[in-house]
């Protein structure tokens, strides 16, 4: 007995209780409104969110300090003999010709060319260029204009909601401009970090980019152009983090979505009811 005094949700006998057609109506309203609400809160907390951050540091250090390129770029009025790629650096770094895991596809009937790339740079600023320099013989008029497919630094991203500058020079369209022109594309290289569910990270690179063209003369007077791309690391590093809803946040929306809801629908059944009681009260005393 001393038990049953401590219920707070006390019962109300049924035949103290009235239905109406309103009343109805809105539990009717308010079950719909509340599965809505629940559905939309289950597909919240069964997707995942992707949060972003700035920081500064150098997030892949177990990298040996050197970032991965890959490079895809089409000549189609230089033969594959003349196209070479060059390396170069702050840290002393000078490489002609770099051949190691390179292809060269030939293009319009072995008048142009392809050129495939993959290969590491320090992370340091430096550049790497496509040119004629490694040549045995250069050409007289070289011809520099180029598509350029691909260049992406680290790893590749196919996330979804991640939307980046990983291949910011992708279709790039040269084969309108000045055969003879050099073109410098600047680079500024920002590190990116993609951390999932599971805590793995991934490491990549975005980059934004600004270009010039210009014609270029040798101490001889020769023209030599050449495609270069010049780069300097961000300090700045980007990080995306996958992340669900926790369970707790949930279950308490979940409350209060329905506890929220029968309230709410409530007041309004209780004032329509009452609203409605007055105006019989009203029409009674008229028709007396």
């Known amino acids: 007995v001393v038990i049953v005094k401590f219920d707070i949700y006390r019962k109300v006998p049924k035949d103290l209780t009235q239905p109406t057609y309103t009343g109805a109506f809105i539990s009717i309203c308010c079950c719909f409104f509340m599965l809505f609400l629940f ?3 289950l597909t919240g907390f069964i997707a995942t969110e992707i949060v972003n951050e700035l920081y500064v540091d150098d997030p892949d250090k177990d990298s040996g300090g050197k970032i991965d390129v ?3 770029i089409s000549l189609p009025n230089l033969h594959c003999d003349l196209v070479g790629l060059d390396i170069q650096d702050e840290m002393g770094r000078h490489e002609v010709g ?9 293009l319009n009937n072995g008048h142009g060319c392809r050129f495939e790339g993959e290969f590491s740079i320090n992370k340091v ?7 004629t320099h490694s040549a045995t013989a250069q050409p007289q008029s070289p011809d520099m204009t180029h598509i350029i497919h691909k260049l992406a630094f680290g790893e590749k991203l196919q996330v979804q909601h991640v939307q980046g500058a990983f291949n910011a020079l ?5 084969l309108q401009s ?12 920002v590190p990116t970090v993609y951390e999932d569910l599971g805590g793995k990270q ?8 600004a270009n010039k063209e210009y014609v270029a003369y040798s101490h001889t007077g020769r023209i030599i152009p050449a495609i270069w791309f010049r780069y300097d690391l961000s300090p700045i590093t980007v990080k995306y ?6 369970f707790y946040r949930f279950i308490t929306t979940i409350c209060a979505i329905i506890g929220g809801t029968f309230t709410v629908a409530g007041i309004i059944d209780s004032c329509i009811f009452t609203a409605s009681e007055a105006w019989k009260k009203i029409q009674i005393g008229k028709m007396s």
Do not use: C, W
Request: aromatic fraction near 10%.
């Open 39 to 41: 559905l939309s809160e």
């Open 70 to 72: 890959s490079v895809n």
């Open 98 to 106: 770099h051949i190691e895991n390179s292809m060269k596809v030939p």
């Open 125 to 131: 600023p430096g550049n790497f260029h496509v040119s």
């Open 170 to 174: 992708g279709g790039a369209n040269r």
């Open 178 to 189: 000045n055969a003879l022109a050099s073109h410098d594309y600047i680079l500024k290289i």
């Open 202 to 209: 991934r490491f990549s690179y975005q980059y934004t980019v």
């Open 241 to 246: 983090t996958e992340r669900r809803q926790p």
